[in-house]
Each structure stands twice: as structure tokens, then as C-alpha cells.
């Protein structure tokens, strides 16, 4: 079976500036790869790109079987694809629920919506107690759950995330990527993690690539990634140890 998402030579920039060049990357039905990568490597671009809120530029991606290369941000969520990103937030003057009823715009019958529901309150259930609470009055980590879970709306297959850790507090965070991981684990969701936390994602993913400088400099199995000297040297700031 070819993998879910496949990424090939992709190139992407600004303008004229070039950023990403020639990236190519795979994520398989069931995994959770992260993709790291110091501040301004292109991790963003590479997310947004294929989220398709970057314009096309070279390269191909296909998504379940399908070129998905260009498409629009809207249509990708419709076949399953969605990016939590970064630093976006909530619509903070509206409720929990309100929130979670913009995630499911494409769905028609309220059955439907009810079960994603269940979905989501399973994975956080502090969103559940929350439901009429406005959701810019929630704490930091509240809010990331309640992005998450608004992606979650939807019947994905893939959810990708852009620094899900900035702003958070170490607990909260370990508490976000625990229930990334269950969730992963339990309802078969494939995950594309974008962090510069390197220790954090590599604990909770399967894979994981190295970005620097718009180009994929390592990539490998997260337990090999852990313990290379370079990874540890460079992006888990251990490299006296
Ligand atoms: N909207 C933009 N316009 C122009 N340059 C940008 C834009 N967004 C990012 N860049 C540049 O692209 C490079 C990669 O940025 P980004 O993808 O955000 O990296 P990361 O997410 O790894 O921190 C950086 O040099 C950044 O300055
Ligand atoms: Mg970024």
C-alpha cells in the first residue's frame, strides 16, 4: 500500500526567496512523524504547502492515492488532510461549542456532528465541562485542545500540527502529546508533528525528519534520531552529555 501522504521534491519560497528545496517526505496509514528543525528551517512552509495555503510551486503531493498537488486548503479538509497552525488560535468570543460546530461546517446531519463530538470530548474531556464557556477565557493548553479539537470535526485521516508546544507549559504540553499519542494508538489517526521541541516529539512519534535550511538533512526512526550525536548535539541540547 503506498503511503497516506507522499511528498516529493517539493520546492516552495516567497517571492523569489527560496525556502524549502526539494524536500521529499512520507507518512504511512497509522504513523506518527515528526519533522524538526531549528527557528526559520521551513517547517511552517513545508506544513502550509501542503495543507495548500501556500501557493503550488515544484513538486507533487499525493494524498490517499490521489495528486492532491494545488489543491485548496478546503477542498484537502473535505478528503481528510487538516493543519492546526501555528500560533493560530480559537475564535476567542465564542463558545467551546460554537468553536467546535466551525470545525464540522462540512458535515450535514447533526448525527453526524454529534458523533465527532464524542470524538473530540474523549480525547479532552475538560472540552465537554467547558461547552458554553467563551473560549478566550480558557488557559493557553485549553485552547490548543479546543484547536485540535476542532480539526477533529471532521473525518480525518491525516491531522497535522505546527508547533502545537509554543507558549504551553511542560505539563500541559506532555498532557497534549499523551492524548496525540493515545489518540494515534486507539483511533488509527496518522499525525504529521511540526516542533522544535525535539525531545518531546521524538517520544511521541514513530519517524521523524531533520530540516535545516529547507532541505531534509536527517531522517530516520525516532529512537535512532534520539540517540544520534548531531540530534542530540544540536536539538535536544545535550551535547556534552
Ligand atoms: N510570509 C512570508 N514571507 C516571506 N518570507 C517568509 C514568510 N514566512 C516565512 N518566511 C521565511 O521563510 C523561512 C522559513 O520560515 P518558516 O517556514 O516559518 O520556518 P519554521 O517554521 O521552521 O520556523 C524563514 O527564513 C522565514 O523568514
Ligand atoms: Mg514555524
Do not use: W
Request: glycine share 10%.
Amino acid at each position: 500500500m503506498p503511503p497516506l501522504l507522499e511528498v516529493r521534491d517539493l520546492s516552495a519560497g516567497y517571492g523569489q526567496v527560496p525556502v524549502l528545496h526539494e524536500v521529499s517526505l512520507t507518512v504511512s496509514r497509522l504513523e506518527t512523524v515528526c519533522v524538526l528543525g531549528a527557528n526559520g528551517a521551513g517547517k511552517s512552509t513545508l506544513v502550509n504547502r501542503i495543507a495548500g495555503i501556500l501557493r503550488p510551486s515544484r513538486g507533487t503531493i499525493r494524498f490517499d492515492g490521489e495528486d492532491v498537488t494545488g489543491l485548496s486548503p478546503e477542498r484537502l479538509a473535505a478528503k481528510g488532510l487538516s493543519l492546526v497552525r501555528q500560533g493560530r488560535s480559537v475564535f476567542p468570543f465564542m463558545t467551546v461549542q460554537e468553536n467546535l460546530d466551525m470545525g464540522a461546517y462540512l458535515l450535514k446531519d447533526r448525527r453526524a456532528v454529534q458523533e465527532r463530538l464524542e470524538t473530540v470530548f474523549e480525547m479532552f474531556p475538560v472540552l465537554k465541562e467547558r461547552l458554553g464557556q467563551r473560549a478566550g477565557s480558557m488557559s493557553g493548553g485549553e485552547q490548543k485542545m479546543l484547536e485540535i479539537g476542532r480539526s477533529l470535526m471532521l473525518p480525518l485521516k491525516l491531522l497535522m500540527l505546527d508547533e502545537p508546544s509554543l507558549g504551553l507549559a511542560p505539563l500541559v504540553l506532555e498532557t497534549i502529546f499523551a492524548r496525540i499519542r493515545e489518540f494515534n494508538e486507539r483511533s488509527g489517526l496518522t499525525i504529521l508533528l511540526v516542533e522544535q521541541n525535539a525531545f518531546g516529539a521524538l517520544e511521541i512519534s514513530h519517524r521523524g525528519y531533520v530540516l535545516e535550511l529547507g532541505r531534509v538533512r536527517l531522517e530516520g526512526p525516532s529512537e535512532r534520531l534520539r540517540t544520534d550525536p548531531e540530534v542530540r548535539e544540536r536539538y535536544l541540547g545535550a551535547g556534552a552529555g
